[in-house]
C-alpha cells in the first residue's frame, strides 16, 4: 500500500485528506461525464498489486504517467486528467486566475497524447465554485505559463493557464460527497 511519512509516523497514502480529495474529484468528472454519454475507464483503478504506483503506459526503453480517466463515445478515445482544487489562484504578475500543473507531469501527458493520438483533456473541480473546468491541453498550451519555484533545496516547474482558458461546466455533488478545502 502507498504511504506518507508525516512528521516521523507512516501514514497510508490512501487515507490522507489529499488523495481523498483528488479522488472525489475524479468521481465527480467521471459521474459528469458518465451523465453525456461518455464510458469511463478509471486509470486510477491500475497502480499495482498494492495500489501504491501511478498507472504508466510501458514502452521497450521508458514509460509515461497517464491520465486519471480513459474515457471513449461514438468511436472517439479521450484521457482526461483531473485536478481537484480549492480555488483558482489569482496571479499578480498575469492579472489573471489561473489554474497549474506540475509542468513534469504535463509534458508526460503531451507525450501520451502523441503515442495514443488520442487528446489529453485537463478537468479542473473547483470546490469553492463548485465548477468543473474542461480544455484540452493542445487548446491549453498556446496560454501556459512556466513558472521555476525553488523548494527544500530542488527546483519546481510549473505549467499554469488562465482560468478563462476553460470550459465551465456546473457539477452536482451527490448525496454523501464530503468535500475537504
Known sequence: MGHLRVRGAVTDFKASEEYQRGHTGERIVAAFLQRRGWYVIPSYNFSGEDGNIAPRLFGLRDSFIVPDLDIAKGGLRIWVEVKTKSAATFTRLTGRLEHGIDKRHCDQYLKIQIITGDPVYLAIV???????????????????????????????????WPRSAFREYQYAARPGTHFSA
Open 126 to 160: 473547483e470546490l469553492d465554485t463548485k465548477a468543473l473546468l474542461l480544455s484540452s491541453l493542445t487548446e491549453l498550451m498556446p496560454s501556459a505559463r512556466i513558472n521555476i519555484m525553488h523548494q527544500r533545496g530542488q527546483e519546481k516547474q510549473m505549467v499554469y
